[in-house]
């Protein structure tokens, strides 16, 4: 037997309104925010800084930061 649109499986319906929140009612989240926001910029500040131990692995910059080059000929 098939079920009628009225039993659909559930005891009642759920509303949800929306409510206007005061400044003490946001104060917890935008301090969890800010804490954060914060973590992230120093763990992101900390990965920036870190500086390569040995020579060999340092980045790749551009040619300008590399030097002349021992084999080019130099220019006056």
Known sequence: MARSH??????GSQYYYRRDLTAGDL???ATIGAGVGMAVF???RLIEQRAPLAADERRHGSRRDRGARPNSPRRA
């Open 6 to 11: 009225d039993e659909g499986g559930r005891t």
């Open 27 to 29: 104060l917890v989240p």
């Open 42 to 44: 120093y763990l992101a």
